[in-house]
């Protein structure tokens, strides 16, 4: 299947204006840097895994930020009551 892929689209290729051919080299150059960059760290993460230095790599989990509210309070600012607090 990706063998035919393949195919197709460096049969597409031929249609490519230059423009086209650029943006689609620099997209593909991106991409080989990205899983490279992605190889090097999972060779890295089993040498640690291997050599005994760690038992497991934990991704972070990205959430996306949630809009953040402001509150409103009474009296003086916080970051006031915080500098009294450390004298």
């Not at 895994?49 to 009296?75: A, F, M, N, S």
Request: glycine content about 4%.
């Amino acid at each position: 299947m990706a063998r035919l892929i393949l195919n197709q689209i460096l049969e597409q290729l031929e249609s490519l204006e230059i423009e086209e051919l650029e943006q689609l080299h620099q997209t593909v150059a991106k991409y080989l840097a990205n899983k490279e960059e992605n190889v090097k760290q999972a060779a890295f993460h089993k040498a640690l895994i291997d050599g005994g230095l760690v038992k497991q790599i934990k991704h972070p989990i990205y959430e996306p930020i949630t809009e953040r509210r402001l509150i409103q309070i009474e009296g003086k600012p916080i970051s006031e009551t915080i500098i009294e607090e450390r004298r």
